[in-house]
């Protein structure tokens, strides 16, 4: 009968190592992509969870923790792997090795000077060797460890080691110094948690032994009943099993050559789909790499066109000045050419800015009374010299029942007609460019105004638009081309949409493509032609006091012609450092401060004025000057104490009207 149950004990021990390493191999298996830190910390918290209910689980994934730790060179995560380790000897009841494993867990915390870990595994060593009867080893750990906890610091690390001194006491029955250690422990805790707990363990010292006694012989009894029970279930089951082995057996037999077959197959498949996967991995990679480019080459747009502000500020600003100095008839016209190019280049760059996302809010919110037909005047006139220059008719027709003032964004429309007209003029190969503007609708207070473009280009930017017969175009043009024509009508749709406008855009059967807008705007109804109002009353800026800080030179030139001409006293700095001597020096009534500047920039000189003492200095109405694109700079520059902000480039009246304002009203920062 015991050999019998020793064989029955030896074969579920090896079944159930075997299951544990088919796990193991599984858990392996599928961590293989991963890095050995990795699978170091997953099999410690597999360690760790097996601990109670599965000791000998939890041994063989902490020694794998142990392994994987070690060849990652990861210290902690070695010693957290041995402490998981020993417990899960210690749940086997093996207290030999559990000790060897807290050893080593001890030496790692020592060999990288982890006093507090090498307190902790000392704690434990303490505890394992009193548990096994050693009180010599246990008294030199516990020691070893109150060092090293009061080299850390570590009131709770030295209390539990007293606490573990005072069970060495009572079990060398001195009761004398167990008290000792526990009102040492009692003084290093919390007084009314530990106190209650010590007076607690003073009780039960003397029923201690009889308890473990009692605890231990019911424990025996309880094992040997179950032994007992245990014995009777498995002779009466071994009839049975033995009728079932040998079915079991031939089951077995014909189950591994099918399970040889689908490891084969598995294999196969495995294979397949590593290739699968390092195909699938290249092609991500690759599209990442796209998607990394497209992202830069939209920053790259942004940027550029972001930097366009300050010189066409530079260029308005010029342009201006000209046109105050008396120039000839002709020269007039030139410079007003000059003016409208400039503006035109102006909201094509705010456009691209709107495209890339940095001020579409800013964009889509400037909207003015226009005259129509002096708005297209000049957009026709460049197009019909560049179809002349082509070889092609152009004709245009404006519906007279259109009202001749309107309510809208005026440069936007000028950019969509120039853009839609200009790629018509480059597609067609030859023949006529057409644009009607008719009134589609209309009441006393708005308009709906319908724009028709048709070219005779063969249908290809109806196709381009569409997405069709692209590889046809991109044989005959350089993709470049191709993409940049793609780009204007995406933008072109944009901004119609922007405007509440609808595009629509047909084929005529391959031989012409038309273009079809619809934009609503709000009427004015004036009995004539208001005057204009060029000469604005500027009167208020005689004699007063001026500081521009600002380092580009050319808008230092044209800022300071453009106030001097109305009888301000202008001087410049061009960083906040010459800002801030300059007001020490003299007085100012207002300062026009710009943003990005070398050494100390606007915002810091604005920190500076607002904080300084003189009431005179921190009250001074400060208006920010800045190119940048982002929508927030307005908010940014009021919480630094601006009084207001102009937005590169700027018109001269936009700028004069701004400092009035503040002049007039001496708004304080709030």
């Not at 210290?75 to 559990?98: C, F, H, I, M, V």
């Not at 009692?214 to 279930?233: D, E």
């Not at 294999?267 to 790499?289: F, G, H, Y």
């Not at 060029?534 to 800022?559: A, T, W």
Request: proline share 3%.
């Amino acid at each position: 009968m015991r050999i019998l149950l020793l064989l029955i004990l030896l074969e579920a021990s090896c079944l159930a190592v075997f299951g544990q390493s088919r796990e193991l191999d599984s858990i392996e298996h599928s961590l293989s992509q991963m890095g050995d830190k990795f699978k170091a910390k997953y099999f410690a918290n597999l360690a760790s969870k097996k601990l109670d209910a599965h000791a000998m689980d939890a041994v063989l994934f902490a020694q794998k923790a142990v392994s994987l730790a070690g060849q990652a060179e990861n210290w902690q995560l070695k010693a957290e792997s041995l402490g998981y380790l020993g417990e899960a000897y210690l749940q086997a009841r093996d207290t030999s090795q559990a000790i060897i494993f807290i050893e080593k867990q001890r030496e790692v915390h020592a060999n990288f000077q982890d006093s507090v870990g090498m307190a902790n595994a000392q704690l434990k060593l303490g505890h394992l060797y009193l548990a096994d009867g050693d009180t010599i080893r246990c008294e030199d750990a516990a020691l070893s460890s109150l060092m090293n906890y009061r080299s850390a610091h570590d009131t709770l690390g030295m209390a539990a080691v007293h606490h573990l001194l005072a069970d060495l006491s009572i079990h060398l029955k001195d009761e004398k110094l167990a008290n000792e250690n526990l009102k040492i422990a009692w003084r290093l805790m919390n007084r009314k948690a530990f106190s209650e707990k010590a007076q607690l363990k003073m009780l039960r010292i003397q029923s201690s032994q009889e308890k473990r006694i009692r605890g231990l012989l019911f424990v025996l009894i309880a094992i040997a009943g179950f032994l007992a029970a245990m014995l009777s279930i498995l002779y009466k089951r071994k009839q049975v099993d033995n009728n079932k082995l040998a079915s079991h057996i031939d089951r077995n037999l014909a189950q591994k050559t099918e399970i040889d077959e689908l490891v084969k197959e598995q294999e196969l498949k495995n294979t397949s789909l590593d290739l699968l996967n390092k195909k699938l991995v290249d092609e991500m990679a690759a599209r990442e790499k796209l998607q990394g480019f497209s992202h830069s080459k939209d920053k790259y747009l942004a940027a550029i066109t972001q930097e366009m502000r300050s010189p066409l500020n530079d260029i308005a600003g010029l342009a201006q000045l000209l046109l105050d100095n008396n120039p000839r008839p002709d020269q007039v016209d030139q410079i007003k050419v000059l003016q409208f190019c400039t503006n035109e280049l102006t909201s094509l760059t705010n456009e691209a800015l709107g495209y890339s996302n940095f001020e579409e809010t800013k964009a889509g919110n400037t909207n003015k009374e226009f005259k129509l037909e002096e708005l297209v005047g000049p957009v026709f006139e460049r197009i019909e010299t560049k179809a002349l220059n082509m070889g092609l008719l152009f004709h245009h027709t404006l519906d007279e029942l259109i009202p001749k003032w309107l309510i809208g964004n005026g440069p936007r429309l000028s950019n969509v007609l120039t853009n839609l007209l200009v790629n018509c003029i480059e597609t067609t190969p030859g023949g006529l460019v057409n644009i009607s503007i008719l009134s589609a609708d209309k009441t006393d207070r708005a308009v709906i105004v319908k724009f028709v473009i048709e070219s005779t280009d063969k249908g290809m930017l109806g196709n381009l638009y569409h997405h069709k017969n692209l590889s046809v175009m991109t044989a005959g043009e350089k993709l470049q081309a191709v993409e940049d024509k793609l780009l204007s009508l995406a933008m072109t749709k944009r901004m119609v949409e922007v405007q509440n406008g609808k595009m629509q855009v047909e084929n005529l059967l391959d031989e012409a493509t038309r273009f079809t807008l619809l934009m609503p705007f709000e009427v004015i109804s004036y009995s004539h032609d208001p005057q204009p109002t060029d000469e604005r009353n500027y009167d208020g800026l005689n004699g007063v006091s001026i500081l521009l800080v600002e380092d580009n030179k050319i808008n230092q030139v044209v800022v300071v012609k453009m106030l001097r001409k109305y009888g301000a006293l202008v001087a410049t700095a061009e960083n906040g450092f010459e800002a801030l001597d300059l007001l020490a020096q003299q007085t100012f009534d207002i300062v026009l401060m710009d943003i990005q500047m070398p050494e100390m920039d606007g915002y810091r000189a604005t920190a500076e004025i607002r904080s300084h003492p003189s009431p005179a200095i921190n009250s001074l109405p400060i208006i920010a000057l800045t190119s940048s694109a982002y929508i927030v700079e307005k908010e940014k520059a009021l919480l630094f104490g601006m009084n207001d902000y102009v937005g590169k480039p700027y018109s001269p009246d936009e700028l004069l009207d701004k400092i009035n304002d503040c002049l007039a009203f001496n708004i304080k920062p709030s």
